[in-house]
C-alpha cells in the first residue's frame, strides 16, 4: 500500500487539474456563445427579465394557472410533493384541487381537468403545462379579460410546442410565455 | 405513432448504435492500440506518468491491482471530508452555502467515492460550487476506477494463463480522459446551447409576472450534468436532480442525458466482447440484459402513461399518465422509461420523482437495482454481470454433465465460494438494512414522507439504491439524519467494494488456472440456451430474495390501489 | 452386467435404510449436510414449540396444527436420510454379492496346511488346482491355469493364467478349471478393492468430492440467503403489524431452502459408484467417477477394444512359381506349434489338419524378440515365418534374393491395415500370409457417441504408422499412437494434460502402470498385474476394454442428476412462495389475497401442503436420484436447453400443480 500512495497523490492532482479547472473551463468557454452567456435562457418583458426555463406560479384566474408546486415555484430549491400514489392525504388533495379548479372554472366539466394541474411537477419548477391544460382555462380567462375564446385558442395554438423534431415526445405550452402573450394581447 | 413513444424508441435506438463503434473504441484504448485521440492524450498521459512517477507497462497481479485501487480511494475519502467540511469559509461559494455536518459529510463523500451519490442534501442549499467541482471529479475518477477493476477482469479473460492483469493506473487514466472525458464535453456542448447554465454567478433573485419574488439556483451546470451522466453516477446538482428544469431543460437534453448515461454501460459490453475477441458472447449478454432491461422498461413505461387508477376514479382526464412529480416537457412515457434506465444502471438520477411513481413501477425500479446487472453502472455492471455468469455456469455446466467451466477456465470451489458471498451480500444489505430501519421506528418513523406499505417501500428503496450504489431515491424520505447517513454510509461502501473485489478476485483466480481448450462436451457460453440460464438465474435470485420485502411493500400497495 | 437387479426397493434393504435412516438423525451426522442440518434444527424449534403450547402458550395456532407442521418437519428429514440409506444399501447390497463368493473358502498353503481365506494375509502362498475356490485376490508366482470368472464377471468363458507377464493376477472368488497354481497373496484381508468401495459407500471414508464441495457451497449460500430473507421478514411483519407464528415462519424457510438436491445429493454420489459397481468396475474414490464424466481425451488400446481380439489370416499370396499346395503345407507346418490367435487363424484359413503332413524329427522354433520370427525345422527343411523384414534379413544373409513382387504384396497389405508375414523355406521367400484385424462391429457408433459428447479417442497399438492409420480411419478413432512404446502412451497422456485436458485410459499390464497412474482416470483391468491395479483408480471386473465409456457415461449421469435436481429444487421455490407468502399476510394485509393465485383454502392449509409437498418430492425424487438422469449425446447447448426445460420449468409448474391437489386434499381436514 506504501509504495501506492505517492503516485496516488500525484495522480490525483493532476487529476484535478485536467477535470476540475480544464475541463470546466472549456465548457464555460463553449458557453459564452450560448444563449446569455451560459446564464440561463430569459425572457425580457416589460423592461423586467424572467427565467425562461423556470416555472413560474400562477394562481390569478386572469393568468393560465401553471402546475402545483412542491416549493411554489421558488427556485431558491427545487422538489417534487413525494407523494405515493396510494397516499390517501395526498388523494385528498388532489380532489380538493380539482374541487378548487371546478369552483374558479364554471362551466367546466371534470372530465375536462386534464391531470397535470392538479398534480405537482417533480421540480417543483414546471415551466409547461400540457395543450388541454391551457384550453380548459380558456372559458374563465376569456370571461375575465374579456377575450374572445376563439383568439385565446388561437394564442394556444401558437403557443403550442410541437414535440422535438415533430416526431419525439409530448406537446406542450410554456405557461410563462403564453402569460406574457396574453398580457401583451390587450 | 405516440411521438412519447417514439422518443423513446429513437432514444433506445440511437444508444445501441453507437454503442457497439464505441464498444470497439473502448476495447482498443484498454488494449494500448492506436485510436484517433492519440496526439492529444499521448502527451498528456506521458506527462501524468512521468509526474506520477508511474509506469504503465508495470503489470500488477489482480491483489496489487485492489491494493492500489482501494489506496487511491482512501485518499479521496480523505480529501473529501476536508473539504465538504470546510467548504463554507472556501471560495467558490457566492451564494453562502454553509459546511456539511460530519455524518452528512461521511455520507456524501461515500457515496460519491462508491458511484452512487444518493444526496442527503439538496444541491441549492448544501454545498459550494467548490463542493460541486470536487463532486464532479468524484464523479470523473470513481467511474474510471469502476472501469479500471472491469479491464482487470476483461484481461484476465483475454490471456489464456496469465497473472499480469495490466497497469491499474494506466486502465484508470485512461478510462477519464480518453473515454469519459471526450463524451461529457461533446454533451456539455449539446447542453450550454439548450439552455442548461454553465456560470459562476450566485443564486439569481426576480420579481415574476405576478409580482412575486423568488430565487433562481444557477451554477456550473452545464459541467456537472455530462459526467453525471456519461460516469453512471447520477448526483444532481440540484436538489429535483434530472426534473430540474436548468439541469434537463427540453426534451433534447432529456434524450442526450438517457443517452450519456447508458452509452458506456452498453458499450462496455461491446468492448468485452472485442477485448476478449468473443463477440458472440458479448451479444448474448447485451441479449440477456437488454431482455431484462425491458422487461422492466415496458410495464414501467405503460403503467406510468395509463396513470394513477385513484385519480382516474375522480373522473378527470387522466389521459397525460401519471403526472405527479413528473414534468410536462418530459411526458410520462420518457420519465417511466428513465426510471428504469436509471435504477439497471447505476445511475440514480432522475427526471421525475420515484416516490410518486404507480406501485409495481416503483417495484420494477427496486428489481432493477436488486439485480443491478442488466446493463449496470461504468464498469461495475459487467463484474456483477460476472457473478450471475459463474453461478449458471456452475449450475448449467452440472446440467450438462461436466464439470462447470467458463471462457476455458474451471469454477472449483474457490471461486463458487467467492461468488456466493458476493451474491449474498446484495440481499444481505438490502434486507439487514431495511429490517433494521423498520426495527428502529424511533429513528425512521419520522422521516417517512407516506404512511403504511409505501413508507415500507421508501425504507427498502432507500437500502436498495445504497446496495447498488445507485442514488436515486424514494426522495420524500427525509433522510438527512445522522441515523441515515451513517447506516446508508456503510451499506454504500460494502455495496461498492465487495463487488468489485469479488469479481476481480474470481478473475484473477481464473486466469491463473490452466486453460482448457473448448470440445464438442464443452457448454457454450455464447449462445441463447446459456443466455436463458443466466436469465433464470438472475431472475431467480432476485426474486427469491426479495419477494417477501416486496410483497409488504410494493405488491401489497399495488393490490389496495386497484 | 449380469447382476443389474434394477429393482430399486427390494423389501430387506428397505428395512435396512429405514432403521438408517433413524440413525442418521444424529447431530454429528446431519451436520455434514447444511441444509438438511437447518432442517432438523427447524424440526427441533418445532417441537419446542409445541411443548411451549402444550403449557398454555396462545400466540401460536392450535397445538395439533404445530404439531402437524412438527411431524412433516420430521418426516422431510426422514426422507432425506432415507435416500442416503437406500443408495447406501444398495450399494452394499451389490458388493457384498460380489464378496460372498469368497469368503470363507479354504485356502491350502505350500506347507499343506488349509487355514480359512480370512487368516491369509499379504504375502502368504497358496495352492490351487482344478475345482478350487481361488480364496483371495493374489498374483501366480508359479504354473498356468484355466480359470473361470465368471462369478466376478459373467462372462462364461474361462481365461488363462500364468506366472509372470501381465496375465498374473486372480481375483478371489474364482474358479480353477485346470492345472495347478501357486499364489501369493497381495492384499490384506479387508483391504481388497472391493473392501475399499464398500467402505466408500458406506461413507466411512466417504469424502465429499470438489464438485460436491462447490454444490454444497451454492446450497449454502442459497440456505444463507433465506436465513437472512425469514430472519428479517420479522421486523418487516412487525413494522406492517402483522404477527407470523413460529410454525409459518419455520414452514417459509424449510421450504424455501433448497431440501431437495440437499437431501438427494449423498444419495446421488453414493448412488453413482454405485452404477459404476454394476457396471463391474470398482471404483476407489466418489471423484473419480465425477472426473470420469469429465474426460476429453480417451486412449484405448487398439486390440480387443477396437479390433476383435487378434488379427487374423485372411489371405495367402504364394511367390509366382510357387506351387501352392507346397506354399499351404510350408504355412501349416509353421503354424503348427504356434499357439497364439494368429497362428491359430492360419490353419484355420488353410482348413488342413496339421497331422496329415508325415514329418520327421520335428523341432519347433519359438518367437523371439531378436529373430522376430518363428517355425519348424524336419529333417533338412528349415521353415520360418515372421515380420517382412526379419525374413528380408534372414534371406538376403543366406545370399538369395528377396522377391520384388513380395516386397510388393507386403507394402500393399500394410496399407490397408493387415499385417504380412513372410514365409520361407530354407531361406527362400515361399510367399505372404496377410493377417487382418477386424474391427468390432458397432464401435463406430460408439466412437461417433463419444465424439458428440465432446470426447477424443486415440488407438493406441503396436502397429507401424500404416496399418494403424488405416484402422483408425476405419474404426473413426481422432487420433492414433503407432507403434507404441509404454513410455509414448505417458508422453502422449502428459502432453494432453499440459494443455488442460483430462485423460482417460484403460490398462492391465505392468509396464502401462505409470501411465494409469499418470491419466485422470485410470481403469485398470481386473486380470491385469497389481501394479497396474494400484496404479489406476477403478478397477473393471470384466476386463471389457470398451468400459471406458460406460464410466464415463456415469460420470455424467451423475454430474447432471446434481444439476438437474438443484435447478429443480431451487425453480420449487417460486411456487412455495405464492403458497406461504399470502399466507403469511392475509389475516392483517387482505390486499394480498390477489397473490393467492392457486387459490388455496386457507393461509393453514397453503402452509401444510407446502410443507408436505416439500417433503414428499423427496421421496419421489429417489428413483431419479439412484437411477440417474439419463445421458443423451446430443450436444451440450441441446442437452441444457433439455434440462432447462424438464427440470426448470418442470420445477416450476409441478408443485403449482402438486400444492394445489394438496390443499384440496388437506382442506377437507381442517
Given at each position: ?186 | ?170 486502465y484508470f487514466l485512461k478510462s477519464c480522459t480518453r473515454i469519459l472525458l471526450p463524451i461529457s464535453l461533446v454533451l456539455a456542448a449539446i447542453f450550454v446551447f439548450e439552455g442548461m447554465p454553465m456560470t459562476f454567478d450566485g443564486k439569481d433573485t426576480i420579481t415574476n409576472l405576478q409580482g412575486d419574488t423568488v430565487q433562481v439556483s444557477r451554477g456550473p451546470v452545464a459541467a456537472f450534468v455530462p459526467i ?335 | ?670
Open positions: 500500500m506504501k509504495k501506492h500512495i505517492l503516485p496516488a497523490i500525484k495522480l490525483t492532482v493532476l487529476s484535478i487539474l485536467l477535470l476540475c479547472i480544464a475541463y470546466p473551463l472549456i465548457v464555460w468557454g463553449m458557453a459564452q456563445f450560448a444563449p446569455n452567456k451560459g446564464k440561463g435562457k430569459i425572457i425580457t418583458h416589460n423592461g423586467k427579465t424572467y427565467y425562461a426555463n423556470v416555472g413560474q406560479s400562477f394562481t390569478e384566474d386572469k393568468y393560465f394557472w401553471s402546475r402545483p408546486s412542491a416549493v411554489d415555484y421558488n427556485a431558491a430549491g427545487s422538489g417534487g410533493s413525494n407523494k405515493a400514489a396510494s397516499n390517501k392525504e395526498y388523494l385528498q388533495q388532489v380532489q380538493a384541487r380539482i374541487d378548487t379548479f371546478l369552483v374558479h372554472n364554471p362551466g367546466i366539466a371534470k372530465s375536462e381537468i386534464p391531470v397535470d394541474l392538479v398534480t405537482a411537477s417533480g421540480s417543483g419548477l414546471d415551466p409547461n403545462i400540457s395543450v388541454q391544460a391551457a384550453k380548459v382555462q380558456v372559458k374563465r380567462i376569456a370571461k375575465i379579460r374579456g377575450i374572445a375564446e376563439g383568439n385565446l385558442l388561437q394564442l394556444i395554438l401558437a403557443k403550442t410546442e410541437k414535440p422535438l423534431f415533430g416526431l419525439f415526445g409530448p406537446e406542450k405550452i410554456n405557461v410563462l410565455e403564453l402569460n406574457i402573450a396574453l398580457d401583451n394581447l390587450k | 405513432m405516440n411521438t412519447e413513444i417514439l422518443g423513446i424508441i429513437a432514444m433506445f435506438g440511437v444508444t445501441l448504435l453507437l454503442a457497439i463503434p464505441l464498444g470497439k473504441y473502448i476495447a482498443k484504448v484498454y488494449a494500448g492500440e492506436r485510436t484517433f485521440l492519440d496526439p492529444v492524450f499521448n502527451p498528456i498521459e506521458r506527462l501524468f506518468y512521468k509526474v506520477s512517477g508511474i509506469n504503465p507497462d508495470n503489470e500488477m497481479n489482480w491483489k496489487q491491482h485492489l491494493v492500489a485501487l482501494l489506496t487511491i480511494n482512501l485518499l479521496w475519502f480523505l480529501m473529501s471530508m476536508g473539504i465538504l467540511m470546510n467548504m463554507g469559509s472556501l471560495p467558490l461559494n457566492p451564494d453562502g452555502n454553509p459546511s456539511q455536518s460530519a455524518d452528512l459529510a461521511f455520507n456524501t463523500t461515500i457515496s460519491f467515492l462508491v458511484n452512487c451519490n444518493l444526496q442527503h442534501y439538496s444541491g441549492e442549499t448544501g454545498i459550494s460550487y467548490l463542493g460541486q467541482i470536487w463532486l464532479m471529479f468524484l464523479q470523473f475518477v470513481t467511474a474510471g476506477v469502476g472501469m479500471a477493476a472491469a479491464v482487470v477482469v476483461f484481461k484476465a479473460f483475454r490471456e489464456k494463463s496469465t497473472t499480469q492483469l495490466g497497469n491499474f493506473y494506466n453525471k451522466h456519461v460516469g453512471t453516477n447520477g448526483g444532481g446538482f440540484f436538489g429535483a436532480n434530472g426534473a430540474h428544469p436548468l439541469e434537463n431543460p427540453s426534451y433534447l437534453t432529456n434524450m442526450v442525458e438517457m443517452f450519456g448515461q447508458f452509452i458506456i454501460p452498453m458499450a462496455m459490453v461491446f468492448a468485452f466482447g472485442f477485448f476478449i475477441r468473443r463477440r458472440k458472447f458479448a451479444w448474448m449478454m447485451y441479449g440477456v440484459m437488454t431482455v431484462g432491461f425491458l422487461l422492466l422498461a415496458i410495464p414501467n413505461i405503460n403503467m406510468e402513461m395509463n396513470g394513477n387508477p385513484a385519480i382516474t376514479q375522480m373522473g378527470i382526464d387522466n389521459s397525460l399518465g401519471a403526472m405527479e412529480g413528473k414534468e410536462i416537457r418530459l411526458g410520462a412515457a420518457a420519465s417511466g422509461f428513465w426510471s428504469i434506465v436509471t435504477t439497471v444502471i447505476s445511475t440514480g438520477s432522475i427526471n421525475s420523482m420515484h416516490d410518486s411513481s404507480m406501485p409495481l413501477s416503483g417495484m420494477n425500479e427496486l428489481l432493477a437495482m436488486m439485480i443491478n446487472a442488466f446493463y449496470g453502472g461504468a464498469g461495475a455492471g459487467i463484474l456483477n454481470f460476472l457473478i450471475f455468469i459463474i453461478l449458471a455456469v456452475f449450475i448449467s455446466g452440472l446440467m450438462v454433465g461436466r464439470t462447470p467451466e467458463f471462457m476455458g477456465k474451471k469454477i472449483e470451489a474457490r471461486e463458487m465460494k467467492i461468488a456466493m458471498i458476493i451474491a449474498l451480500a446484495h440481499p444481505f444489505l438490502i434486507l439487514v438494512g431495511t429490517a433494521l430501519a423498520a426495527a428502529l421506528p424511533q429513528y425512521t418513523s419520522a422521516t417517512l414522507a407516506n404512511p403504511g406499505f409505501h413508507g415500507f417501500s421508501e425504507m427498502l428503496y432507500e437500502y436498495t439504491s445504497s446496495a447498488a450504489n445507485n442514488g436515486s431515491g424514494f426522495e420524500g424520505l427525509g433522510d438527512n439524519t445522522v441515523f441515515w447517513n451513517i447506516s446508508t454510509g456503510i451499506v454504500l461502501l460494502l455495496g461498492r467494494f465487495l463487488p468489485i473485489i469479488g469479481p476481480v478476485a474470481i478473475a484473477g483466480l481464473l486466469a491463473e488456472k490452466k486453460f482448457i481448450p473448448e470440445s464438442a462436451g464443452t457448454l457454450k457460453t455464447d449462445t441463447s440456451t446459456f443466455g436463458l440460464m443466466v436469465f433464470a438465474v438472475i431472475a431467480i435470485i432476485a426474486a427469491l430474495a426479495f419477494f417477501p420485502a416486496l410483497a409488504l411493500g410494493p405488491i401489497a400497495e399495488y393490490f389496495s390501489l386497484y | 452386467m449380469n447382476n443389474n437387479k434394477n429393482k430399486l426397493f427390494e423389501p430387506a434393504l428397505m428395512n435396512e435404510a429405514l432403521k438408517q435412516s433413524f440413525i442418521k438423525l444424529h447431530p454429528a451426522k446431519m451436520f455434514r449436510n447444511p441444509v438438511m442440518f437447518m432442517v432438523w434444527i427447524g424440526t427441533l424449534v418445532m417441537a419446542a414449540v409445541c411443548v411451549w403450547i402444550a403449557f398454555g402458550e396462545q400466540s401460536q395456532g392450535s397445538f395439533a396444527y404445530n404439531l402437524i407442521v412438527t411431524v412433516i418437519l420430521f418426516a422431510t428429514l426422514l426422507f432425506a436420510n432415507f435416500a442416503e440409506a437406500i443408495a447406501e444399501a444398495r450399494g452394499k447390497a451389490q458388493a457384498d454379492s460380489l464378496r460372498k463368493t469368497r469368503e470363507e473358502t479354504p485356502a491350502r498353503l505350500e506347507n499343506g496346511e488349509t487355514i480359512s481365506s480370512s487368516q491369509l494375509k499379504k504375502g502368504d502362498v497358496f495352492i490351487c488346482e482344478a475345482g478350487d475356490i481361488i480364496p483371495s485376490d493374489g498374483e501366480i508366482i508359479e504354473g498356468l491355469a484355466t480359470i473361470d470368472e465368471s462369478a466376478i464377471t459373467g462372462e462364461s468363458a474361462p481365461v488363462i493364467r500364468e506366472a509372470g507377464g501381465d496375465k498374473s493376477s486372480v481375483t478371489g472368488g474364482t474358479k480353477v478349471l485346470s492345472d495347478k497354481i501357486k499364489v501369493c497373496v497381495t492384499t490384506e484381508a479387508g483391504e481388497s478393492f472391493l473392501d475399499k468401495m464398500i467402505a466408500l459407500v458406506e461413507g466411512a471414508s466417504r469424502q465429499k468430492t470438489p464438485n460436491e464441495i462447490a454444490l454444497t457451497i451454492l446450497l449454502s449460500g442459497f440456505t444463507l440467503v433465506f436465513i437472512i430473507v425469514v430472519v428479517t421478514l420479522k421486523p418487516f411483519a412487525d413494522y406492517a403489524q402483522t404477527p407470523i407464528t413460529i410454525a409459518a415462519f419455520i414452514s417459509l424457510f424449510v421450504c424455501l431452502i433448497p431440501t431437495t438436491i440437499g437431501g438427494l445429493l449423498s444419495a446421488i454420489g453414493i448412488a453413482g459408484m454405485d452404477r459404476a459397481l454394476r457396471a463391474n468396475v470398482i471404483t476407489k474414490s466418489g471423484k473419480a467417477v465425477e472426473t470420469a464424466g469429465d474426460v476429453d481425451v480417451l486412449l484405448l488400446d487398439k486390440t480387443g477394444t477396437i479390433t476383435i481380439g487378434n488379427r487374423k489370416a485372411t489371405k495367402f499370396y504364394p511367390v509366382n512359381g510357387v506351387d501352392e499346395k507346397h506354399f499351404l503345407k510350408s504355412v501349416v507346418l509353421s503354424s503348427m506349434a504356434d499357439e497364439t490367435p494368429e497362428g491359430k487363424s492360419i490353419i484355420e484359413l488353410a482348413g488342413v489338419n496339421p497331422l496329415s503332413y508325415q514329418i520327421q524329427n520335428p523341432r519347433f522354433i519359438k518367437f523371439t524378440a531378436e529373430t522376430r520370427s518363428s517355425g519348424i525345422d524336419y529333417d533338412t527343411i528349415k521353415i520360418r515365418k515372421g515380420a517382412s523384414d526379419a525374413i528380408k534379413n534372414l534371406v538376403e544373409k543366406a545370399g538369395n534374393h528377396f522377391p520384388s513382387e513380395t516386397e510388393e504384396q507386403v507394402k500393399s497389405i500394410s496399407s490397408n491395415g493387415g499385417t504380412p508375414l513372410v514365409v520361407a523355406e530354407n531361406e527362400k521367400v515361399l510367399g505372404v500370409i496377410e493377417l487382418q484385424d477386424i474391427i468390432k462391429p458397432g464401435i463406430q457408433e460408439r466412437f461417433e457417441r463419444l465424439r458428440k459428447m465432446g470426447i477424443k479417442t486415440v488407438m493406441v497399438t503396436g502397429d507401424n504408422p500404416l496399418t494403424a492409420k488405416y484402422i483408425a480411419e476405419k474404426a473413426g478413432v481422432d487420433d492414433f499412437i503407432a507403434e507404441a512404446k509404454p513410455e509414448d502412451k505417458m508422453n502422449y497422456i502428459r502432453n494432453e494434460q499440459s494443455q488442460g485436458r483430462l485423460v482417460a485410459m484403460m490398462g492391465d499390464g505392468t509396464n502401462d502402470a505409470p501411465a494409469l497412474a499418470q491419466a485422470d482416470v485410470g481403469v485398470a483391468m481386473n486380470s491385469g498385474t497389481q501394479a497396474a491395479k494400484e496404479a489406476g483408480n477403478m478397477v473393471d471386473l470384466d476386463n471389457d476394454p470398451t468400459k471406458l465409456i460406460e464410466v464415463v457415461e456415469i460420470g455424467k449421469q451423475l454430474l447432471m442428476t446434481r444439476g438437474t435436481l438443484t435447478t429443480f429444487s431451487i425453480a420449487n421455490d417460486v411456487a412455495k412462495y405464492f403458497a406461504i407468502v399470502p399466507a403469511l399476510f392475509i389475516a392483517s394485509i387482505p390486499a394480498l389475497q390477489g397473490l393467492n393465485i392457486m387459490n388455496l383454502h386457507s393461509p393453514e392449509s397453503a402452509i401444510l401442503s407446502a410443507i408436505i409437498f416439500n417433503a414428499i418430492v423427496i421421496p419421489m425424487l429417489i428413483p431419479l436420484a439412484l437411477k440417474g438422469v439419463a445421458y443423451k449425446p446430443i450436444g451440450a447447448s441441446a442437452l441444457l436447453r433439455r434440462n432447462l426445460f424438464i427440470y426448470g420449468l418442470g420445477g416450476i409448474i409441478v408443485p403449482f400443480v402438486g400444492i394445489k391437489l394438496i390443499d384440496l386434499l388437506v382442506s377437507v381436514f381442517i
